[in-house]
């Protein structure tokens, strides 16, 4: 595996590093000049359609396009939502960007609320993230402090609580209504009937960043960075047997080897990398060792960028002990309100469990790729298509680990629950 020399732009984390702590107003506003004054809605949202920014918490959906359809319900009375619920266990950009760069969020919130005709703020931040949420709250009481002609849209935090599904949009926004952080079935979407019923905009804390360097430097100065079909850049999470793992920031295309020099280079022989987080695909390194993270070419390859999780797998680890442990944890995350995902998600992680230490049962392994084709579009959520969708990769690239374990009972590899992040 080729060395290759990094290629990355620090934009949304530009000035001082993280590690230096909370960027204040003052330092901000000297640093980046003051947030140029959007007026109108539809300078907003055409401004955001022609950068061709997608957001940045999973689905990869074009910010533009859905400032636009949460205007077209709004009169002035809709809700934007920050969110910072950074719920992937595999993530902590979120957390990064909230610490070090708390006003550059808020300043692109207040786009949004612009954009989308919104009179209230809720910044929505993980009751684990404590230095983060700390940040978010001194950023929110520094605003309110200021004295300014114009009247801000009022913000106001609160405290998304534990669970992989509390991040979910329709989760969030049922959590700020009625404190239970479950999905809601769709319809009505979020965009039309949300927080206390009127049209919300849940936007990830990244997007908004982004979206606040666009008005100030533009929709084509935000193009010039990155390369092949998605532009710009990504704050991503790089995990596992790497020299020096943690939060970068990367022009999108940068190629997976060249996130591996960035984060100092692999420790030891790698063999596979979870791209994505816990909702995305494990991918074989000999065929994406020099594949650009690029989000529109990955998903014409069923790949996923999600949330900007690159965790490298090393040589001797068991893709099999590596995956069940996820599984577990998917299926422990089901918000237990619908029967495929409850049961469907558990079956298959006892079944990949047993499997994994070398109990599996004669057939585990054929029913594995029979649930695991049966589970997807069924639930209120997106949950189990993630968790199938990830599982499937799983069984592609590991497929020779999966049948030795099924057909020996036994692993080939000596540290077979060392794993990714
Ligand atoms: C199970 C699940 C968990 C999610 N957790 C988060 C999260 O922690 N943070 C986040 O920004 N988006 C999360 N999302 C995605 C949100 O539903 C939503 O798409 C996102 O916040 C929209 O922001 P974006 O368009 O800027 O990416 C999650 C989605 C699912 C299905
Ligand atoms: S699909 Fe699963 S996590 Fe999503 S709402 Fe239904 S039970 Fe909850």
């Not at 918490?57 to 709004?74: D, I, L, T």
């Not at 936007?203 to 979206?211: C, I, M, R, T, Y």
């Not at 008005?215 to 935000?222: D, I, L, N, P």
Request: charged share 20%.
């Amino acid at each position: 595996m080729s060395k290759a020399a990094p290629r990355n732009t620090a934009r949304v984390l530009a000035g001082p590093p993280p590690s230096a702590g909370t960027e204040s107003l003052k330092d901000h506003r000297a640093r980046l000049g003051p947030m140029p004054q959007v007026r109108h809605q539809e300078d907003a949202v055409a401004l955001l359609e022609a950068s061709g920014l997608l957001g940045r918490g999973g689905a990869g959906f074009p910010v533009g396009k859905k400032w636009r359809s949460v205007a077209g319900h709004a009169s002035g009375n809709a809700v934007v939502v920050v969110n910072g619920a950074e719920s992937e266990p595999a993530s902590s950009k979120d957390r990064t960007l909230m610490v070090a760069r708390p006003q550059l969020i808020l300043d692109g919130a207040q786009l949004a609320a612009t954009a989308v005709g919104a009179d209230e703020i809720v910044v929505y931040v993980g009751v684990e993230h404590t230095r983060a949420r700390a940040a978010m709250a001194h950023a929110i009481a520094e605003r309110a402090s200021e004295r300014s002609a114009r009247r801000p849209t009022p913000i106001h935090l609160v405290e998304a609580p534990l669970g992989y599904v509390a991040g979910e949009a329709s989760a969030a926004v049922h959590y700020i209504n009625a404190r239970d952080a479950r999905p809601t079935n769709k319809p009505p979407r979020i965009s039309e009937v949300g927080v206390r019923g009127r049209p919300t905009l849940v936007q990830n804390v990244e997007s908004l960043a982004h979206a606040a360097l666009i008005a100030r430097h533009g929709a084509e100065w935000f193009r010039s960075a990155g390369q092949g079909q998605t532009r710009g850049t990504a704050v991503i999470t790089v995990s596992g047997s790497v020299t020096r793992p943690g939060v970068r920031e990367i022009d999108l295309g940068t190629t997976i080897a060249e996130v591996a020099a960035y984060a100092g280079g692999a420790r030891e022989g790698l063999q596979a990398v979870l791209l994505g987080g816990y909702f995305g695909a494990w991918s074989d390194l000999a065929e994406t060792w020099d594949m650009p993270l690029d989000p529109v070419a990955m998903r014409a390859r069923n790949l996923s960028f999600g949330s900007g999780v690159v965790s490298f797998l090393p040589a001797d680890a068991c893709g099999v002990s590596a995956t069940a442990r996820i599984m577990a944890f998917m299926a422990g995350e089901s918000a237990k309100q619908c029967g495929p995902c409850l049961y469907g998600l558990r079956a298959i992680a006892d079944a990949t469990q047993r499997l994994a230490i070398g109990g599996g049962r004669y057939d585990d392994l054929v029913r594995l790729e029979r649930w695991s084709g049966q589970i997807a579009g069924r639930g209120a959520c997106g949950l189990p298509d993630g968790a199938v969708a990830f599982f499937q990769s799983a069984l592609r690239v590991f497929s020779a680990e999966f049948r030795l374990h099924q057909a020996a009972r036994r692993c080939s590899h000596p540290r077979a629950w060392a794993g990714v992040a």
